[in-house]
């Protein structure tokens, strides 16, 4: 009864499975899903549970084992009366393309899966058939990859709908639960390959703790319960840090996270990271954030998104597909072109036509300059390392990448900005107006504006 009463104290401590709710428990086939799937069963009526019903995924990985798999989850389900939806996918090929490892692909694929069932539902959770010793297992690996204090707090019994009723549960009391109720099982051959970490920690490390002590599983077990009331508080303080700092949506504060404690930062940076479910707020893209945090610049995060740290912005953004340079010689009045999906052009006014534009909008026509003032021929293109200008009425001259920085613009932004360009250099700076040369004055005839074509 050790695994009915440790499960029944999990879920009610972490309030896993409310009356009126559906689960969908992940089968592989397996003795801890298959005592999942059993335990929650015989739990349905006393949890009010409104429906219980599994998934298979089948990963082709493992030819005929695999179809072993899932015939036998299919006769399981048959003859315990509960709804099956099974998944063949192609895991290899995912994990080829993205460029990860088979077993991550496979985790992937999986939670995908089971997300979708459990939509199927008005009120759902996804049970995981995850133990103590499981458990035990990810701590020890994160503590040989370094990890941080996050990582000792294992594997989450609740994350979002996905809940671990067996966390609390050592594999063999799982397979001792098999035995008691007649429960048969299938057994993955990949379990007992060495060349997966996992396994040899399994097979090697953890049979000699438990020769230290025999109760090493449950003394690691309390190590891991109080990592995880430590990061449970440290992750509350950094939702409360981002509040503070956020500036808008996916823009932040650089120096309200800067001087925060630093745990309390770097529970904000993995949020800002986005873990993609198990602890995978790596280390090293933690301290790679900080020190942008320190000297600014930008990376690459969750693969499809760009974190970019400029002046005092924090700026979380799709990151953009590489903008094509650009340069076009002999530009001329009336010209039109297009960058990065926007439509520009130049056009020329007199002087009393700009004067009745700018009454319409000093910001949008403040781009604009003395026609007169350019030597020889213009070009639009894009900026270059060291370009520098004299914004008019500043008084002084400034870098454009110091310019930028000061309008928290990312590095997408920044290239996709044309620069209008004579013989002797920068005329105007698209968004930031002319250059003082070519400033209008009380003599000047003929206005020249940029700006895109939408806002003539």
């Known amino acids: 009864m050790k695994v009915y009463t440790k499960a029944l104290a999990a879920i009610r401590r972490g309030q896993m499975l409310p009356p009126d709710t559906a689960v969908v428990v992940g089968l592989s086939g397996g003795a801890d899903s298959v005592a999942l799937l059993h335990l929650l069963l015989s739990l349905r009526e006393e949890l009010s549970l409104s429906a219980v019903t599994a ?185 409360v840090l981002l509040s503070e700092a956020a500036l808008g949506e996916n823009l932040y504060r650089r120096s309200v996270l800067w001087q925060s404690e630093p745990a309390v930062r770097a529970a904000a940076i993995r949020s800002l990271l986005g873990d993609r479910g198990e602890q995978r707020g790596s280390e090293v893209h933690i301290r790679k954030v900080t020190e942008l945090l320190e000297t600014g610049g930008s990376m690459t995060i969750s693969g499809s998104r760009q974190l970019t740290v400029e002046g005092e912005m924090v700026r979380i953004c799709e990151a953009a597909t590489a903008l094509t340079p650009f340069r076009l010689d002999g530009v001329k009045p009336d010209d039109e072109w297009c960058i990065g999906g926007e439509r520009w052009c130049l056009r020329l006014f007199s002087r009393e036509e700009y004067e009745q534009k700018l009454n319409i909008s000093k910001i949008l026509f403040a781009n604009a300059l003395d026609y007169g003032k350019i030597s020889d021929s213009l ?55 002319c250059d003082e040369r070519v400033r209008i004055t009380d003599t000047t005839a003929d206005v020249l504006w940029m700006g895109k074509t939408e806002d003539v």
Not at 148 to 175: M, N
Not at 199 to 223: D, F, M, S
């Open 379 to 433: 070009c639009i293109r894009q900026r270059l390392p060291g370009d520098a200008f004299h914004p008019v009425g500043r008084g002084c001259g400034k870098t454009l990448k110091k310019l930028f920085n000061e309008a928290a613009l990312s590095a997408a932004e920044r290239e996709a900005i044309p620069l209008l360009c004579d013989s002797r250099g920068i005329v105007l700076v698209a968004g930031f107006g």
């Open 55 to 239: 998934l298979h995924v089948n990963h082709g990985l493992r030819g005929e084992e695999a179809v072993r798999d899932q015939r036998f989850v299919e006769q399981l389900c048959e003859r315990l009366d509960v709804p099956l939806t099974v998944c063949c996918r192609d895991v290899a090929a995912l994990a080829a393309q993205q460029r990860i490892g088979v077993e991550e692909a496979g985790r992937i694929v999986r939670y995908r899966e089971l997300e979708k069932a459990a939509d199927d539902f008005p009120a759902c959770r996804i049970a995981t058939a995850h133990t103590a010793s499981d458990n035990i297992e990810t701590l020890l690996l994160h503590l040989c990859r370094g990890s941080g204090l996050h990582g000792l707090a294992g594997i989450p019994p609740v994350r979002g709908r996905v809940v671990r009723p067996l966390i609390d549960c050592t594999r063999e009391e799982i397979e001792a639960y098999c035995e008691e109720h007649g429960l048969t099982y299938v057994t993955d051959s990949t379990n007992t390959d060495p060349s997966y970490a996992r396994n040899r920690i399994r097979q090697l490390v953890v049979p000699q703790l438990k020769a230290i002590n025999p109760q090493a599983e449950t003394a690691i077990g309390r190590v891991i319960a109080r990592a995880r009331e430590w990061d449970l508080d440290v992750t509350a303080q950094a939702r």
